[in-house]
């Protein structure tokens, strides 16, 4: 049985699937957080105790400052005794990876985790290496965004080089468009969890094409591929994942050739000893890379593999965090595909209630309807912080479960009540 280490997590499913990973490999698991209120309110009213704050030590440090969060682990490490360390929230891999180094516990290299990490390290880090993105700039403030954006050439894409569920991203067209964007990233100069931000923007070529993630896990020098997600996006200009099938609905060979770019891109980022979720788009003139994201797969992707092909990358993530070789072999599991499609607000204000959910949630094809509680404020989508909830589906067929997935999201009506005080 190993004791993990576990520093921050996400509040959305992956806070409940590694938990879940953890005990049912018979391990235990001490939790580290700065900020225990995060997690409590997360929890739907009912839902008991958070899984994270379930774990046999809960210590309260100050998980933004490495430094003292080093000193302080490396002491409880001699009284409790840590056989990995690990967390699901991107903010915090950097520190998980310099506290497995300091601890002397399996884990990625802390410089590749930093590179993968920081989106504009990522970019430099990928052209260098001869790995395939979109042309790019990085600069500082909106004077030297413009002079990049008209070597580029619009439209284009500006992003935040250190914010998470397309935060910020949006697709601008013409300069004034991009002063907008650049001036809403300066006025967002802290995160969600209380970290100072990079004060630079990211401008990359808007690439046209389908969209993928290769989920991949490396261990001992070795990446090996679990498979390919494809996904659906809206809400222009911003980029709001609408949804994802597991494997992904496009074809063999360019299917092959984003998980040979992905492979590439985890390679020369130097990434070993971890679960990662790499995004490829499928242009017309061939992959390029998105990003890498150096932990499992989000809005619950980790899910549609598992009910797809047996293999579960939270429980690969634990496995590789102990230094241990992760089970990938494929089982059946009489699913052919498994989908997921995501409820966005339609209005501004408070939720009601969603009509048309016993229905949808009776369907043989469901394997999971979640939806947001009566009383939610509703903003407009921006990113994927506003999903009013999910309905996941599988086929037992084909590649089906997309369709079925969509055509049961259309079924769900969501009521608002109007409200001054719910800014758009």
């Not at 020098?221 to 994802?244: L, N, Q, W, Y």
Request: glycine share 10%.
């Amino acid at each position: 049985m190993g004791h993990l280490l576990v520093i921050e997590s996400w509040v959305g499913s992956m806070s409940r699937l590694l938990p879940r990973a953890i005990r049912e490999e018979g391990h235990e698991f001490t939790f580290v957080t700065r900020d225990l209120h995060h997690y409590l309110r997360s929890t739907p009213a009912g839902d008991g105790t958070h899984p994270l704050l379930t774990a046999r030590n809960v210590i309260t440090a100050d998980t933004n400052d490495t430094g003292a969060l080093l000193a302080r682990m490396e002491g409880l490490h001699t009284v409790l005794g840590f056989d990995g360390v690990v967390s699901s929230c991107d903010y915090y891999l950097p520190a998980v990876a310099h506290t497995a180094r300091r601890l002397g516990l399996p884990g990625p290299a802390p410089e590749a985790v930093e590179a993968a990490c920081r989106k504009d390290l990522t970019r430099r880090v990928l052209a260098e290496a001869g790995v395939a993105g979109p042309r790019f700039a990085i600069r500082e403030g909106a004077g030297e965004a413009a002079a990049a954006a008209r070597e580029i050439g619009y439209p284009l894409v500006v992003k935040p080089v250190d914010l998470c569920a397309g935060m910020l991203v949006r697709a601008v067209r013409d300069e004034r468009e991009l002063e907008l964007a650049c001036q809403a990233l300066a006025e967002f100069p802290v995160n969600a969890r209380g970290q100072d931000r990079v004060p630079v923007v990211l401008l990359e070529e808007l690439l046209d094409g389908p969209e993928v993630s290769v989920e991949t896990v490396s261990y001992g020098g070795t990446t090996h591929v679990v498979g390919v997600t494809d996904k659906s996006i809206g809400g222009a200009p911003a980029f709001i994942e609408t949804g994802h099938m597991f494997p992904a609905g496009v074809e063999e060979v360019p299917a092959a050739q984003a998980t040979e770019t992905a492979l590439r891109a985890v390679e020369a980022l130097g990434l070993d000893q971890v679960v990662c979720h790499t995004e490829v788009k499928l242009t017309s003139d061939g992959p390029r890379v998105v990003e890498v994201n150096p932990r499992p797969a989000g809005n619950r992707i980790t899910e549609l593999v598992r009910h797809v092909t047996g293999v579960d990358l939270a429980t690969a993530c634990v496995d590789v965090a102990l230094g241990r070789v992760p089970d990938l072999a494929p089982r059946s599991t009489g699913v052919r595909s498994a989908a997921i499609a995501f409820l966005l607000p339609g209005a501004v204000g408070t939720l009601t209630g969603v009509e048309g959910a016993e229905a949808v949630r009776g369907r043989p094809e469901v394997l999971e309807l979640s939806l947001a509680e009566p009383g939610r404020a509703v903003r407009a989508a921006t990113s994927n912080n506003e999903y009013l909830g999910h309905v996941m589906t599988v086929d037992t067929e084909g590649g089906g479960a997309r369709a079925n997935a969509e055509r049961l999201l259309a079924e769900l009506r969501p009521g608002y009540e109007p409200s001054s005080a719910v800014p758009a």
